[in-house]
C-alpha cells in the first residue's frame, strides 16, 4: 500500500510547560486507512492532530503529505495549502447557512457535485438540505460536517473527538455509519479520540499516546490483547497484572513500573470456570470470592490469591457469593 501521510520526530513544546505536549513522535498512515490516535485528556492528541492540520507549528520534525513536504525546519505550508480537511469537535458548520450551503462551502466543492450528492446519500441527509444548523439533530450535524469535509475530495480527513457530543445510543448507530462510509469513500482518516468503544469499533490501527509520546501501534485486537505498558491496558478498561513468572515463557509480557517487575496484562473477561476439560498447559487460579458486583449482563467477582486481589467476569446467572472458594483457568493465548 501507498504510504500517504509520514511523521518523523514531530516535538512541539509550550513556554511554562516543564513537558513537550508531543515529543519525537513518528508514524505513517497509509492510503485508504483508517487510524485512531487514542490517549486521556491532555496526552497531546489533539495537538498533533493541529500540527498536521497546519494550525500549529512544530518545533522539529518533518511530515510529508502526498509525497510532499509540508513541515520540515525550513518548511511550512499553509492549512489552505494542505489537501486535508479537518472536522472539528464541535463540528462548526456556519448557523446563518443551510445545511446544503454548509456542503457547498469550499471553494473545491462545485467541481465534485456527483461525489457530494453521492455522499448525501450515503449519509441519509437529502431531507435536511434547506434547514439552519439549529432545527437539525446533533447526529445530523455530525454527517453534514463530514460530508462538507469530504465536499472537497481531500487526501486526508483528520477528525477531532468525532463522537464526544452524542449519547451513547447514537454512538453506536454513527460508529457503523462512520466506518463505512470511511471505506465506501476511501478516504484516509486520521481520528483523535479518548474513547477505546470509538477506536476499536472504527479504526484498522489505533495510535496510543501517553504524555506526548507514542507508547504503541497496532491493531485494535493487538493493543487490547498485548498492551506494552500499564497506561495502554487501561485505556481499554479493566485488566489484571500478572506476575510473568506464572505464565509460560513466550507469553507476552511487560516491564511494570508501578509493581517493579514483569507482568501480563489479563483482561476480567479471558478467564473461565475450571473444569476437568480444561487445558492442563493454561494458568489455574483458585482463591476466595471477597466482593460480588453485578454489571449489566455479567457479574464481577474480586478473587483473593496469596498476595493480590484479581478482577474476573462471571456469567449473570451463574451463583456465587462471598466466601465462596472458586478455581478458574486463564484462557488468554500467547501472541
Known amino acids: 500500500m501507498k504510504t500517504l501521510l509520514a511523521l518523523n520526530g514531530i516535538t512541539k513544546e509550550y513556554s511554562g510547560k516543564?513537558?513537550?505536549?508531543?515529543?519525537?513522535?513518528?508514524?505513517?498512515?497509509?492510503?485508504?486507512?483508517?487510524?485512531?490516535?487514542?490517549?486521556s485528556?491532555?496526552?497531546?492528541?489533539?495537538?498533533?492532530?493541529r500540527i498536521i492540520a497546519g494550525l500549529e507549528i512544530p518545533d522539529a520534525g518533518?511530515?510529508?503529505?502526498?509525497e510532499k513536504v509540508i513541515n520540515s525546519p525550513s518548511i511550512f505550508i499553509p492549512p489552505e495549502k494542505r489537501n486535508c480537511s479537518l472536522v472539528f469537535q464541535s463540528y462548526a458548520l456556519f448557523?446563518?447557512?443551510?445545511?446544503?450551503?454548509?456542503?457547498?462551502?469550499?471553494?473545491?466543492?462545485?467541481?465534485?457535485?456527483?461525489?457530494?450528492?453521492?455522499?448525501?446519500?450515503?449519509?441519509?441527509?437529502?431531507?435536511?438540505?434547506?434547514?439552519?444548523?439549529?432545527?437539525?439533530?446533533?447526529?445530523?450535524?455530525?454527517?453534514?460536517?463530514?460530508?462538507?469535509?469530504?465536499?472537497?475530495?481531500?487526501s486526508l480527513l483528520l477528525l477531532d473527538e468525532p463522537?464526544?457530543?452524542?449519547?451513547?445510543?447514537?454512538?453506536?448507530?454513527?460508529?457503523?455509519e462512520l466506518s463505512d462510509l470511511f471505506h465506501k469513500s476511501e478516504t484516509t482518516t486520521l481520528i483523535v479520540s479518548h474513547d477505546m468503544e470509538d477506536a476499536m469499533s472504527i479504526s484498522d490501527r489505533i495510535i496510543i499516546i501517553e504524555e506526548g509520546e507514542v507508547v504503541q501501534i497496532g491493531t485494535p485486537l493487538e493493543v487490547y490483547n498485548y498492551p506494552t505498558n500499564r497506561y495502554s491496558a487501561l485505556l481499554f478498561g479493566e485488566s489484571n497484572f500478572i506476575p510473568k513468572n506464572m505464565f509460560s515463557e513466550n507469553c507476552e509480557h511487560f516491564f511494570d513500573t508501578k509493581s517493579d517487575q514483569d507482568v501480563v496484562s489479563v483482561r476480567p473477561s479471558q478467564f473461565s470456570l475450571f473444569n476437568t476439560n480444561s487445558s492442563n498447559d493454561k494458568l489455574v487460579i483458585e482463591g476466595e470470592v471477597i466482593s460480588v458486583n453485578i454489571l449489566g449482563d455479567y457479574k464481577q467477582v474480586?478473587?483473593?490469591?496469596?498476595?493480590?486481589?484479581?478482577?474476573?467476569?462471571l456469567p449473570i446467572l451463574f451463583d456465587v457469593k462471598i466466601s465462596d472458594f472458586l478455581k478458574f483457568v486463564c484462557d488468554k493465548e500467547a501472541k
Open 163 to 176: 463522537l464526544s457530543h452524542l449519547d451513547q445510543d447514537l454512538k453506536t448507530k454513527i460508529r457503523s
Open 62 to 66: 518533518n511530515i510529508t503529505l502526498d
Open 95 to 154: 448557523p446563518n447557512m443551510t445545511v446544503k450551503e454548509n456542503i457547498f462551502f469550499g471553494k473545491q466543492s462545485r467541481e465534485n457535485l456527483e461525489v457530494i450528492n453521492e455522499l448525501i446519500t450515503m449519509t441519509n441527509i437529502q431531507e435536511i438540505q434547506n434547514r439552519f444548523p439549529h432545527q437539525i439533530s446533533g447526529g445530523q450535524q455530525q454527517r453534514v460536517a463530514l460530508v462538507r469535509a469530504l465536499a472537497i475530495n481531500p
Open 18 to 39: 516543564k513537558k513537550a505536549a508531543v515529543s519525537n513522535i513518528s508514524f505513517e498512515l497509509q492510503k485508504g486507512e483508517i487510524v485512531t490516535i487514542l490517549g
Open 41 to 49: 485528556s491532555g496526552s497531546g492528541k489533539t495537538t498533533l492532530l
Open 302 to 313: 474480586e478473587i483473593k490469591r496469596n498476595q493480590f486481589i484479581l478482577k474476573i467476569n
